[in-house]
């Protein structure tokens, strides 16, 4: 997601008074000060998507927490360059920071580091087409978030787990994950990772052939997307809506979805998708619906 200029300013004005704050700890501070100076100074780079800084102060905090005997400073510095190289697609450089990182977080007992670390392993892996080794870290770093009561993450974890079983064409399993999630969601009122929920889950009762099952939880994503403003996945949604409802036999309900949904494919350019649903329209008409 790009930054507003607002935005971008208060990141830059951020990092100015953190080099400063950093310029004063090398002379005074203790070198884990030091090294968390350098990783928030890495963190606000990565904030600016100039990872090549990014990257260049984590490996500076790296070599300060060495020096200091500093497990926790490692692992974060580790991790740190893991994200760096998963943004320049060097996904195995990331899957070898990342698990040095989770065995550091393992060492000093920090559950939600690790699991953090599982997870972004996971992340790569599914990157390099490898789905199995991608869902197994996912299940790792989800048992570790439980251990912590981290729901934000659970909940997370379980669509992307679901996810990777609808790539693999297995909706019932992918289904009772996502069931799980949504469990979670409705209760955290979240919009964003609600309406995402709502409608994987929509998509996977649809492939199920559960066509009246999906409506509801797609006419939920199309309302929380309309709310928030996200139109590209309002018209996945009210798309994938439209189809459920013609599956249904409610061909009035078909009708306006699909109605709706054409401008916003024609405000997004997507002239390809624009012209199946103004060819769905015209059989409508044709039928006299």
Not at 138 to 163: K, P, S
Not at 180 to 201: D, R, W, Y
Request: net charge negative; hydrophobic share 40%.
């Amino acid at each position: 997601m790009s930054l507003s200029d607002t935005e971008r300013a208060h990141i830059e004005a951020a990092l100015q008074k953190q080099r400063d704050s950093l310029a004063a700890l090398r002379f005074t501070g203790s070198p884990a000060d030091v090294g968390q100076g350098l990783l928030q100074l890495a963190e606000l780079h990565g904030m600016l998507e100039d990872h090549a800084a990014s990257r260049k102060h984590y490996e500076e905090a790296l070599s300060v927490f060495k020096t200091a005997h500093h497990k926790k400073g490692q692992a974060q510095a580790l991790y740190g360059l893991g994200v760096a190289r998963a943004q320049f697609e060097d996904h195995k450089g990331a899957i070898e920071w990342m698990a040095q990182s989770a065995a550091l977080f393992n060492e000093v007992k920090d559950k939600e580091g690790e699991a953090l670390c599982r997870a972004c392993i996971g992340e790569s892996l599914r990157a390099l087409g490898h789905r199995d080794g991608a869902e197994e870290k996912y299940q790792e770093a989800l048992i570790l978030f439980r251990q912590t009561r981290n729901t934000d993450r659970v909940a997370a974890l379980l669509m992307d787990i679901g996810d990777i079983r609808m790539e693999t064409g297995d909706y019932k399993r992918a289904r009772e994950r996502f069931l799980e999630a949504l469990t979670i969601l409705e209760k955290s009122q979240e919009p964003e990772p609600l309406a995402l929920c709502q409608l994987l889950l929509g998509e996977a009762e649809g492939l199920l052939g559960n066509h009246e099952a999906a409506r509801p939880h797609l006419l939920e994503a199309v309302e929380l997307y309309e709310q928030i403003h996200d139109h590209v996945f309002e018209a996945r949604a009210r798309w994938d809506l439209g189809i459920a409802c013609f599956q249904s036999k409610d061909l009035a309900a078909a009708k306006e979805q699909f109605e709706a949904v054409l401008p916003l494919y024609q405000e997004q350019g997507r002239a390809e998708e624009a012209e199946k649903v103004r060819k769905v329209l015209a059989h409508f008409t044709s039928q006299g619906a």
